[in-house]
Nanobody, 123 residues
Framework: QVQLVESGGGLVQAGDSLRLSCVAS????????MAWFRQGPGKEREFVAA????????YYANSVKGRFTISRDYAKNAVYLSMDNLEPGDTAVYYC????????????????WGLGTQVTVSS
């Protein structure tokens, strides 16, 4: 099992920046990809960003490309999501996910999930 703990959410204004953190523990040697998903009010969970753990290759949803950056601290088993120029449409619960099947944009491919952290962007 892999345990994931997110932190860093909060209430910000449009145009502000925020950085989310996710620390993994447990059987992390099995993880091949880590990702961020989000679920806004009344919406389905959607892909935000992902990283192939071995190479650091990154992937982004079109809606966040150029504004969000996924990064990692390999030694700490941590992944981060830096969010710039936040918009009210970014309001959501943000979830960290870890997978053992390779990097994808599909939530069903990720085995382990954190409890989520709330990000609220006011206009």
């Amino acid at each position: 099992q892999v345990q994931l703990v997110e932190s860093g959410g909060g209430l910000v204004q449009a145009g502000d920046s925020l950085r989310l953190s996710c620390v993994a523990s447990g059987r992390t040697f099995s993880v091949t990809a880590m990702a961020w998903f989000r679920q806004g009010p009344g919406k389905e969970r959607e892909f935000v960003a992902a990283m192939r753990w071995s190479t650091g290759s990154t992937y982004y949803a079109n809606s966040v490309k150029g504004r969000f950056t996924i990064s990692r601290d390999y030694a700490k088993n941590a992944v981060y999501l830096s969010m710039d120029n936040l918009e009210p449409g970014d309001t959501a619960v943000y979830y960290c996910a870890a997978g053992t099947l390779g990097v994808t944009t599909e939530s069903d491919s990720y085995n382990f999930w954190g409890l989520g952290t709330q990000v609220t962007v006011s206009s």
